[in-house]
């Protein structure tokens, strides 16, 4: 499945209420091009983030950069929203609920706020809703290919153990979901086995269990599956080559990375930070750094557009120096 802007929108317009998506379906093609939020805050105004600008729609149906003058959400469409991503059975989704968000087809992320039931620091259930969060899944072909040439090996080719550290928002999901795609296609070398550990449904974006974005022909998914528990899992049972998952930095995680590595296994995964020194602050993080887990770390930032490579780390080298 591709990120075809001109059916992106329409399909996460089927669950909003008639009223929002009356609004929202008068704008031009060319304004969803850069699409990344649809925000629905009861009685706030609507907010649509494309690339890095927030807009509204007037009740007029005008798009607009005042947010104070778009469409105030009201509890109506709060509930419509939700009685349609949940097909009226809030009772069927109740496992998705606990962790906070939907996933519709498309692989399209639906994020939810509310009043939250716990016991303990369990979450069991949402009701109230007060905030729902529409985040586009996109599918960009190539979007991996610089830093796929980095990560392999001068001498022999083979991929090295790779770290995407990245800041909030500058692509690392979608540097990830390409970098399956293009190992397991084989891109520019034979094709190896992946699996895609997505604890939070991202990567893939599966829908029932079915990856709704292409990560390749040879990957296996492992969808919302805790990021340690899902890597042993597939050292015993998928005999991949490559691990990938996202957002690596429980001790859990440092656990299960040194077994995939002493199994054979190339692991690449992604980190949230800004820069290596930001890094090296975490404790787990800093172990497995130490320890030469990783050769390379790849920084991003959204410089040229999300995606865009703002630092190369070789840590033998850098260690070294």
Not at 63 to 90: C, K, P, Q
Not at 103 to 122: C, M
């Amino acid at each position: 499945m591709t990120s075809d802007h001109k059916t992106v929108p329409k399909e996460i317009l089927l669950y909003l209420s008639p009223r929002l998506r009356e609004i929202i379906e008068i704008q031009s093609e060319a304004f969803f091009c850069k699409l990344e939020e649809i925000r629905v805050r009861y009685g706030q105004p609507l907010l649509i983030r494309c690339g890095d600008e927030d807009w509204t729609v007037k009740p007029s149906g005008q798009a607009t950069r005042d947010i104070h003058l778009g469409y105030r959400v009201n509890e109506e469409d709060i509930y419509r929203t939700i009685a349609s991503i949940s097909d009226n059975s809030l009772y069927a989704f109740e496992e998705d609920i606990r962790r906070g968000f939907i996933t519709i087809p498309g692989g399209h992320r639906v994020g939810l706020a509310g009043s939250v039931i716990a016991e303990g620091d369990e979450v069991k259930n949402m009701k109230y809703f007060s905030g729902i969060c529409f985040r586009v899944a996109r599918q960009i072909p190539g979007a991996a290919s610089g830093i796929f040439k980095e990560m392999c090996d001068a001498g022999n080719g083979d991929l090295v153990n790779t770290l995407i550290i990245s800041p909030p928002r500058c692509g690392k999901t979608t540097i990830l979901r390409d970098l399956a795609l293009q190992i397991s296609s084989g891109k520019g070398r034979a094709p190896e086995n992946v699996v895609l550990v997505d604890e939070r449904s991202e990567l893939a974006g599966c829908f029932r269990g079915v990856p709704q974005l292409n990560v390749g022909p040879q990957t296996d998914v492992l969808d919302a599956c805790p990021k340690a528990v899902g890597m042993m899992m597939a050292i015993r049972s998928l005999s991949p080559r490559v691990i990938i998952c996202d957002e690596i930095g429980r001790q859990e995680d440092y656990i299960a990375v040194q077994e995939c590595i002493n199994a054979g296994v190339k692991v690449i995964c992604s980190v949230h930070a800004g820069s290596d020194d930001e890094l090296r602050r975490r404790p787990f993080i800093k172990d497995l750094l130490g320890g030469g887990a990783f050769k390379l770390g790849i920084v991003l930032s959204r410089s040229r557009g999300p995606g865009s490579i703002r630092e190369i780390i070789r840590w033998e080298e850098h260690d070294r120096a």
